[in-house]
């Protein structure tokens, strides 16, 4: 399989009143080339800040950033601006939570999807041709109607559907999808995860599938890396995580999960809070919430261990019975 991108003890704090808020820690993964990897966890565990740090959309000068991200083998963080202004949307593309932030409510979806289009060819019919055959891959209901729709005539459904057609005029090799789905309802939601899942067959695109859905990512992904406090703290390919999940939290996720339908996995809260994260003390970051802790697990970080060769967790008794 070949690396497409990969995440090297990749750790991002933000500059916050009266010192850092460490938001990301030493986080490792890889993507491999027509892959969905799934980064599942609760809200502020920094999901999105791992997404913005990979296509250099965080704050400006508010981050510390250690740690190499590398897209097919060069590293991105050290890329000047223009260089990652290549890369952004030609190789690597995203779609947000909220498809209106990203959309011009002043021209035609159609107009914008062909503007990205327009780049490479200059032809307008072929150009508009291509532009409703992207809004039919995406199974845009009336696609030549719909190419004429201002974003405010789109049901969130079907302007996620544009966003994603945009994105696939590019072809980019890696799509970042920040919880895509999240404002939707669940047979849209739904849905949108099957054109993803179709986009990855079709065209080989990698996917980051990043949210706090753990129903979902049984559907789509192929591994998974949960997120806790700013740590991976276990990662795995989809049987590993449940057939054989080992991080306490993984396994509370699990028991949370409602089993009778599809895609209603919604997040269950599990007891306590996550720690603050601006004066992180030394020890587990679940230690406060979890059923196994034990005296080191309040003082000494547990090292990332490995059940097998890509099947990865961070606790010091994750074997133990909840
Ligand atoms: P959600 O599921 O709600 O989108 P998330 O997993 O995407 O959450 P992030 O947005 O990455 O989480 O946030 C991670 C942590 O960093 C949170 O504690 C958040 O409050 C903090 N944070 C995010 N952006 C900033 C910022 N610009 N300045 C300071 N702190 C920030
Ligand atoms: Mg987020």
């Known amino acids: 399989s070949e690396e497409l991108l990969r995440l090297d003890n990749l750790s991002i704090e933000y500059k ?37 740090s990979i296509m250099r959309l965080l704050p400006d000068h508010n981050e510390r950033i250690s740690g190499g991200i590398y897209f097919k083998g060069e590293k991105l963080n050290d890329m000047t601006d223009n260089q990652m202004e290549k890369i952004r949307g030609k190789h690597i593309g995203m779609i947000f939570q909220n498809p209106l932030d990203s959309l011009n409510p002043v021209y035609t979806t159609g107009a914008q999807v062909a503007e990205a289009i327009y780049m490479d060819n200059k032809n307008r019919l072929e150009v508009w041709e291509q532009v409703v ?29 544009v966003m994603i057609a945009m994105m696939l005029s590019r072809n980019p090799e ?50 998974i890396g949960v997120m806790y406090a700013g740590e991976i703290v276990e990662q795995g390919d989809v049987f590993q995580i449940f057939e054989n999940p080992m991080h306490p939290y993984t396994r509370l996720l699990m028991k949370a999960l409602p089993r009778k339908t599809k895609f209603e996995g919604r997040l269950q809260t599990i007891d306590g809070a996550v720690p603050r994260l601006t004066d992180v003390k030394p020890g587990c970051r679940f230690a406060n919430r979890c059923p196994l802790a034990k005296d080191i697990c309040f003082s000494i970080d547990p090292q990332t261990r490995n059940v097998s060769k890509d099947h990865f967790f961070r606790c010091h008794f994750g074997e133990e019975a909840l």
Do not use: W
């Open 133 to 161: 055959k992207l809004y039919r891959d995406v199974k845009m209901p009336d696609a030549e109607k719909r190419v004429h729709s201002f974003p405010h005539e789109l049901s969130g459904g079907m302007r996620q559907r």
């Open 174 to 223: 890696l799509l970042i999808a920040d919880e895509p789905t999240t404002a939707l309802d669940v047979t849209i939601e739904a849905q949108i995860l099957q054109i993803i899942e179709e986009l990855k067959k079709k065209f080989s695109t990698s996917i980051m599938l990043i949210t706090h859905n753990f129903g979902l990512v049984a559907e789509v992904a192929d591994r």
């Open 16 to 52: 916050v009143k009266g010192g850092y808020l460490s938001a990301v820690k030493d986080v490792n993964l890889t993507i491999n080339r027509g892959e969905i990897f799934a980064i599942v966890g609760e809200s502020g565990c920094g999901k999105s800040t791992i997404a913005h």
